[in-house]
């Protein structure tokens, strides 16, 4: 191997399609960011306007500063102070700022999803800001059936799932025999089924895996038949757990909606 000072030359004396040089970093870059986009769904490496591929750009990381959401710490006095070991939950401060960024969208008040939200936002804040448009933009069991969600929920809308207690960003929707491949880039696509009484959906999003942003499965179950403990629970009846799953649904992100469309 012949080493190379020579700013601009390659360090390595082969041929290589990204070479390294003195005044470079190794060209992981393209790498790092293709195989986040592949956990996302993605094949290509599509324009930064996408919600989706923006939020993808951040697979991996923990809470950031530059982000609404603080990292709770506690004051120990004489100037000394203590955080905790991770930071603090942020994930509906994560798809906020994503979806902000990417879209700047605005309710009915002209609020934006990070207005008057410096420190903590939770999904309580988010469900609020998608039912403030004429018509509603929050796609939920009490306006909205089972059998619609395929044409109803879209990539890159914001979801509320778990009880109300988890935010996240819809990806799509994917075949469940694939889950047991444990890279989620092996995961399959498929079409949303009215007939099955779940269905399984890509998210991404912040404190999704050990406090990082990542992508999960998520269950959407019609009923608790054949699953005992959906991630969100679209029964258009009345049941035992309203006041848990009543308020989980998704958020419509579209700068501009079709005539008719939730």
């Known amino acids: 191997m012949r080493i190379l000072n020579t700013p601009g030359e390659s360090w390595l004396n082969f041929p290589?399609?990204?070479?390294?040089?003195?005044?470079?970093?190794?060209y992981l870059t393209p790498y790092i960011r293709r195989y986040r986009l592949k956990m996302a769904g993605i094949d290509s490496i599509p324009g930064v306007d996408?919600?989706?591929?923006?939020?993808?750009?951040?697979?991996?990381?923990?809470?950031?500063?530059?982000?609404?959401g603080r990292w709770d710490s506690q004051e120990l006095g004489g100037g000394l102070r203590v955080f905790e070991a991770n930071p603090r939950n942020y994930c509906s401060e994560f798809a906020a700022w994503v979806i902000d960024c990417v879209t700047g969208l605005q309710n009915d008040d002209g609020q934006r999803l990070v207005d008057g939200h410096e420190l903590n936002i939770g999904t309580?804040?988010?469900q609020e800001f998608f039912e403030n448009f004429t018509p509603t933009r929050y796609v939920r069991?009490?306006?909205t059936s089972?059998?619609?969600?395929?044409?109803?929920?879209?990539r890159g809308f914001y979801a509320a799932v778990g009880g109300h207690g988890h935010s996240t960003l819809f990806v799509e929707w994917i075949d469940s025999d694939s889950l047991d491949q444990d890279d989620p880039k092996n995961w399959r696509k498929v079409m949303f089924s009215p007939s099955r009484n779940n269905n399984i959906f890509r998210a991404l999003g912040g404190n999704q895996s050990k406090k990082r942003?990542?992508?999960?499965?998520?269950?959407?179950?019609?009923?608790?038949?054949?699953?005992s403990s959906p991630t969100v629970l679209w029964q258009e009846e009345n049941y035992e757990d309203m006041e848990t799953w009543e308020n989980d649904g998704f958020g419509n992100t579209k700068l501009r909606l079709q005539k008719g469309s939730t």
Do not use: C, Q
């Open 146 to 154: 089972y059998n619609d969600l395929g044409s109803k929920v879209h």
């Open 50 to 68: 996408n919600i989706i591929s923006f939020a993808a750009r951040h697979i991996g990381e923990i809470w950031s500063p530059l982000r609404p």
């Open 124 to 126: 309580k804040n988010m």
């Open 213 to 227: 942003v990542a992508v999960t499965a998520y269950t959407v179950a019609k009923n608790t038949d054949s699953i």
């Open 141 to 143: 069991p009490k306006n």
């Open 16 to 26: 290589n399609p990204f070479p390294v040089t003195s005044l470079t970093s190794f």
